[in-house]
């Protein structure tokens, strides 16, 4: 055990309060985001009130937990001790949450989950129906991530499994990439723009158009994607607009800011308000899956299974 964190095991007893229990937590994000700003903007709160809270907690602990700049934000080797321990109290806290509720709602089990709906919108629902025969009383938690969330929360122990794009160092977090489904990328156009009327296009005749994408900093490996198809057909894509989202990607190609090079699962989110249409010839499939820490747990490995049954069956 560190000296980091026995100083804060012997902490005066009124200061072990609920209080140093967000404390806690508001560390932990500002350590993931590295930016005071965006760890607000992911916990809701104002970005004053983070600094003060971090500033007390480095007061309390009588270290200096972040070295800071002008333009930056790292964790000093304090504070990257006390990273490991915060996120270890954090984590027996919210295992302690749920086992009083599942205890409560008298439940077998509980499985965390990330997804993304964009990917998983079709077979998601039929998925839950499997897992719910073959595991009966299992509590499910559904979280909307993005995929960096979903590596940050898995790292953490804070998702069971996450149904994600396999990352490139997957095997080096010691996570399991299990195959779930494969999706052709199709192009997302708005109904009134001229592609809208194709029945196909090639990559090439998306030279001259607008991009929409996810935003990069939440889906590095979509840019990464996407940089590489359009370098294949001897273009660099203009981005006119990042999105955090579905929802917000589905914003911006219907109101004509931009097309969008997606999964052919997006249109069950879409629906009709955009018009998808097929590249011929096919440029790439997105491979989906389950990833989770080796081993995984049986309860994880069921739920895999049902998601891998799901799809097959959508197609």
């Not at 804060?8 to 500002?30: D, I, K, Q, S």
């Not at 990042?242 to 699962?265: K, M, Q």
């Not at 009709?272 to 080796?294: C, D, H, M, N, Q």
Request: some cysteine.
């Amino acid at each position: 055990m560190s000296k980091y964190y026995v100083s804060w095991l012997r902490m005066p007893f009124g200061y072990a309060t609920a209080m140093e229990l967000r404390h806690l937590r508001y560390f932990v994000v500002v350590a993931e985001e590295q930016n005071v700003t965006r760890a607000a903007e992911r916990l809701h709160v104002s970005q004053p009130a983070l600094s003060r809270q971090i500033h007390d907690l480095e007061e309390e602990l009588g270290v200096t937990l972040f070295q800071r700049t002008a333009k930056s934000l790292a964790l000093s080797d304090a504070g990257k001790v006390f990273l490991s321990e915060a996120r270890a109290v954090v984590l027996r806290a919210d295992q302690a949450v749920d086992a009083v509720r599942a205890a409560a709602a008298n439940c077998q089990g509980h499985v965390r989950v990330g997804y993304a709906p964009s990917l998983t919108a079709k077979f998601l629902p039929a998925a839950l129906r499997l897992f719910e025969k073959t595991s009966p009383g299992v509590r499910v938690s559904l979280h909307d991530l993005s995929s960096e969330e979903c590596g940050q929360r898995l790292a953490s122990g804070k998702l069971d499994l996450a149904l994600s794009i396999e990352p490139p160092d997957a095997a080096k977090r010691g996570l399991v990439f299990a195959p779930v489904s494969s999706q052709p990328v199709v192009c997302a156009v708005a109904t009134t723009h001229p592609l809208a009327r194709r029945r196909s296009v090639s990559l090439a005749d998306l030279r001259d158009e607008d991009f929409v994408i996810y935003a990069e900093e939440d889906y590095p490996e979509y840019i990464v994607a996407l940089r590489r198809m359009c370098a294949a057909a001897g273009f660099k894509p203009k981005i006119a607009g990042e999105y955090d989202g579905a929802t917000g990607l589905i914003t911006g190609v219907e109101s004509g800011r931009g097309i969008a090079l997606v999964a052919t699962t997006l249109q069950c989110l879409a629906a009709t308000r955009l018009a998808f249409v097929k590249i011929s010839p096919e440029v790439a499939t997105i491979s989906l899956g389950a990833l989770y820490p080796k081993p995984g747990t049986e309860l994880v490995r069921k739920f895999v299974h049902a998601a891998k049954e799901a799809a097959a069956a959508e197609g």
